[in-house]
DNA sequence: CTGAGATATTGCCATAGAGCAACATTTTTC
DNA sequence: GAAAAATGTTGCTCTATGGCAATATCTCAG
């Protein structure tokens, strides 16, 4: 089991070596270059995945064109479009690779399968729905309550890896600005 | 047990009658008249509630005093401040019966009790949880992806009782926009 | 019922951020 | 390592929405 995600669960609950190589058996790593894509928008999604190097993002399009960044999943993180993979629903949401990138990836059904057989998955999977519900309330009542430049100011205090490992387009995306004026605001940082 | 609450149960999961009324047995039934607090922002979240009849609204003032409204959960909806109950700290909303309300309430410790005992209870967090989230992650992509008219148009369509039972101000601050200017958009409805 | 307070509407002006275009810089590719 | 492509910056202008103030309407307590 790759060390990286047995700290994760051992961080977070107790649970026995037989239990964690039970999971990881259904884990099977991948590999991806600097932005390709995982997921597309009308595709449904079937994987989760927990990111072991490098990181990915979660983002929509609008009937603009706008690109909306929801999610940046670095190193150690678990990620997946959940909407679509809880509802089998086609996903609004496309899953990209932002750097070379390898991962862990667990198909819905046995995770799902997990959840109910392993009391640690039932857990951690609860653990990730309640921060996954946790950041996006937080990001709705940053977007709803603060200016872009507060903005930004949280995210480089909060988030320092989007800032510095980013680029500016999918900064501004996540930010919900345009690159233009997130090119403004560093002007005043 | 309030059949309401049982039907909620029934209609998402096998539970027996045995194990509705000891869960039921957790609960207990409260009233409130129009616009009165049952949490406040700096208050800690120790309460899951499910509405009767009436409805309850979670909200947010940022510092200079916009509200933000979150969520209304009508009759037979669960709602609870989840970021302060999940994590213990202090709320930064509110929670406000915008109606006469009647609810069942139950405390945070004897939930998350039920949540590792009863399986039903088990499913029925992970459906609340992930369905919040769900709502959520619409709302931020509604949010941002579309100008203040069609975010007006869609609530009218996909939830109307939010636009038919509550005041301008709710709509407005459930919106992301302004009283004035909601005042304006009805114009072109 | 009545009247005070809350809520809603609308004219007017102010402003944050959008978006184009031109140019500068960085990154990728062969 | 040079050319092409992508990304970032900045002047200028435009637009959606904010916010005040005056007025109109609703609503709820006595």
Redesign the interface.
């Known amino acids: 089991m790759h060390q990286i995600l047995k700290t994760y669960f051992l961080d977070k609950i107790k649970v026995s070596d037989d239990n964690l190589s039970n999971i990881s058996s259904f884990f099977k790593e991948y590999s991806f270059g600097k932005n390709e894509f995982l997921l597309k928008e009308g595709e449904v999604c079937k994987y989760v995945y927990f990111v072991t190097a490098g990181c990915l993002r979660f983002y ?1 399009v ?2 603009d064109g ?1 690109e ?1 960044t ?1 999610y940046i999943a670095f190193e150690g993180k678990f990620g997946t479009s ?2 679509s993979l ?2 089998g629903e086609e996903s ?1 949401e496309y899953i990209q690779s932002l750097e070379k990138t390898t991962l862990l990836a667990i198909r819905k059904d046995d995770f799902y399968h997990l ?1 109910e057989k392993e009391p640690a998955v ?1 857990v951690i ?2 653990n990730i ?2 921060s ?3 950041t ?6 940053d ?4 200016d872009s430049l507060e903005r930004l100011r949280w995210l480089l205090k909060r988030q320092p890896d989007v800032f510095n490992r980013l680029s500016n387009k999918v900064i501004a995306s996540y930010l ?1 600005i345009t690159p233009y004026t997130l090119s403004r605001l560093k002007i005043n940082l």
């Open positions: 929509s609008n009937t706008i909306n929801r959940f909407t809880i509802t609004i959840v039932n999977y609860r729905l309640e996954a519900y946790i996006t309330q937080k990001r709705i009542y977007l709803q309550g603060s919900g």
